[in-house]
């Protein structure tokens, strides 16, 4: 499985709408893409302008198809100006648990 790590930084007068519009991709991820396994959004716990997303896909091209679907470039182009920072972005690859055990999530 292939693992997206985000780490989000909001302005903080943006938060609110900033939030709506990811809990819509984060959902439409899981809802609309076969391969999307996950999709976590976290709140840091000391600092709510943070924000930490948690992917897993299929595979790498998985990802790479999740960048152009209606509900992501719908996301990108809503929130461009509401970061307070670049994305800081990491991937990798599961080393556990197994590939075999991984189910969709709902």
């Not at 930490?52 to 509900?71: G, I, Q």
Request: with cysteine; aromatic share 12%.
């Amino acid at each position: 499985m292939f693992a997206v790590m985000v780490n989000v930084h909001i302005k903080p007068e943006y938060r609110k709408e900033f939030v709506e519009a990811m809990l819509d991709d984060a959902r439409g991820s899981v809802r609309n893409e076969s391969a999307c396994l996950l999709f976590n959004v976290v709140q840091d716990s000391e600092d709510e302008n943070c924000l930490h997303l948690y992917e897993v896909y299929a595979s790498a091209e998985a990802f790479e198809e999740h960048k152009k679907t209606p509900h992501f470039t719908r996301w990108v182009e809503t929130t461009k100006n509401w970061l307070a920072s670049p994305l800081e972005i990491a991937t990798g690859v599961h080393l556990f648990p197994d590939d075999g055990v991984w189910k969709k999530q709902a």
